[in-house]
C-alpha cells in the first residue's frame, strides 16, 4: 500500500513568516499534485509536478518534487492570512490505475 | 456554475435511511470520485469510475453503492445510513488533459442520527 506522509499536521505562525510543509513516502509516483482547501469547500489544485527534482513557483509558493520522485516539498514565503487553509499533497501513479493517493493534511493558520 | 456540482450541500438524515448525493460536472471529464473525508483521517476513495461502463471499488467502498448514469453524472448511495458514515462527502473528476489533477464539487456535510 502506497502512503504519503504529510508534516507537520498543524502549523500556526504569525503573518510574513515562511514556512515548509513536506511530503514523505517509500514509494516512488508518476507526479506529484498539490491542493489547498478552505473551509466548507472541495481542495482546489495549486501544482502538479512531474520530473524528478522540478521546482515550480506559484508567486510566493514553491513547489520541489525530490530527485527520486519519493518526496516533495511546499514552501511559503512571507505567510499572509490569506494563505490559511488545508494543504494537501497527493501521489499519481500510473500503474495503479491513474488515482491519487492523499497525505494526511497540513493544517495552516497565518495570524495578522 | 460550478464545474463539479453536488447537491444536497448538507443533509441530515436517521440511522436506516437510503440517502442519495448527486454529483454533476460539466468538465466534459472522463473519471470520476466519490471520497469521504474525516478529521485527522484525510481523503479516502469510496467508489470511483473511469467511464460510464467502468465501476470500482476504493479503499472504504462497504455500505456504500455508486452508479454511473452519464458521463457527467456519478451518484453515491448509502443503502441503510449509520452514524459512523457521518462525514464531508466529496465528488471529483480529472482526465489526462490535466495530468490527472482533480477537480472537486464543495462537497456534501452529511450527518446520521
Known amino acids: 500500500t502506497q502512503l504519503l506522509e504529510q508534516s507537520p499536521q498543524f502549523l500556526s505562525i504569525q503573518e510574513g513568516e515562511n514556512l515548509t510543509v513536506y511530503c514523505n513516502s517509500s514509494?516512488?509516483?508518476?507526479?506529484l499534485q498539490w491542493y489547498r482547501q478552505e473551509p466548507g469547500e472541495g481542495p482546489v489544485l495549486l501544482v502538479t509536478v512531474v520530473t524528478g527534482g522540478e521546482v515550480k513557483k506559484l508567486k510566493r509558493l514553491t513547489f520541489q518534487f525530490g530527485d527520486a520522485r519519493k518526496d516533495s516539498s511546499l514552501h511559503i514565503t512571507a505567510a499572509q492570512p490569506g494563505d490559511t487553509g488545508l494543504y494537501l499533497c497527493?501521489?499519481?501513479?500510473?500503474?495503479?490505475?491513474?488515482?491519487?493517493?492523499f497525505g494526511q493534511g497540513t493544517e495552516l493558520s497565518v495570524k495578522p | 456554475d460550478a464545474d463539479v456540482t453536488q447537491t444536497p450541500r448538507n443533509r441530515i438524515t436517521k440511522t436506516g435511511k437510503r440517502i442519495m448525493l448527486e454529483c454533476s460536472q460539466t468538465k466534459g471529464h472522463d473519471r470520476m470520485y466519490w471520497y469521504r473525508q474525516d478529521p485527522g483521517l484525510g481523503l479516502r476513495l469510496i467508489y470511483y469510475s473511469f467511464d460510464v461502463k467502468d465501476i470500482n471499488k476504493g479503499e472504504i467502498s462497504d455500505g456504500y453503492s455508486v452508479s454511473r448514469q452519464a458521463q457527467a453524472k456519478f451518484s453515491l448511495s448509502l443503502e441503510s445510513a449509520i452514524p459512523n458514515q457521518t462525514a464531508l462527502y466529496f465528488c471529483a473528476t480529472s482526465d489526462f488533459r490535466r495530468a490527472y489533477g482533480y477537480t472537486f464539487g464543495s462537497g456534501t456535510r452529511l450527518t446520521v442520527v
Open positions: 497527493a501521489g499519481l501513479d500510473y500503474n495503479q490505475g491513474g488515482k491519487l493517493i
Open positions: 514509494s516512488v509516483f508518476s507526479s
